[in-house]
């Protein structure tokens, strides 16, 4: 793999975006890389909250399934779980990119 197809590496973890949905590709490389908010439907699914049956669109309601998948054998543990679990995720990467960008 060369530098430009690698999967882009988060606390020393290479994350790879491909087997997600590709409209949530970008929202979900925002959250990990960076701790962007996703919109409220992203947010209710990283923190594991079922109204986000009732939230999401249908076609990311059909998604779940494999949204779920790529969290759990994709993504770091740290960015979905808990409400609590998620805004810590959000502060620690908004901090590490202000830290790495004042140097």
Same mark, same amino acid.
């Given at each position: 793999?060369?530098?430009?197809?690698e999967?882009?590496?988060?606390?020393?973890?290479?994350?790879d975006?491909?087997?997600?949905?590709?409209?949530?590709?970008?929202?979900?490389? %925002?959250?990990?890389?960076?701790?962007?908010?996703?919109?409220?439907?992203?947010?209710?699914?990283?923190c594991?909250? %079922?109204?986000?049956?009732? &939230?999401?669109?249908?076609?990311?309601? &059909?998604?779940?399934?494999?949204?779920?998948?790529?969290?759990?054998?994709?993504?770091? &543990?740290?960015?979905?779980?808990?409400?609590?679990?998620?805004e &810590?995720?959000?502060?620690?990467?908004?901090?590490?990119? %202000?830290?790495?960008?004042?140097?």
């Amino acid at each position: 793999m060369n530098a430009q197809t690698e999967a882009p590496q988060v606390d020393g973890m290479a994350v790879d975006y491909k087997p997600l949905p590709e409209r949530l590709r970008d929202t979900m490389r %925002l959250w990990i890389e960076k701790g962007i908010p996703p919109g409220s439907g992203t947010k209710l699914i990283l923190c594991h909250d %079922l109204a986000a049956v009732c &939230a999401c669109d249908d076609e990311t309601v &059909a998604e779940l399934p494999a949204i779920y998948r790529w969290m759990y054998n994709n993504a770091p &543990a740290g960015c979905h779980g808990s409400k609590q679990v998620v805004e &810590a995720w959000g502060k620690w990467r908004r901090n590490a990119v %202000l830290t790495s960008t004042n140097r």
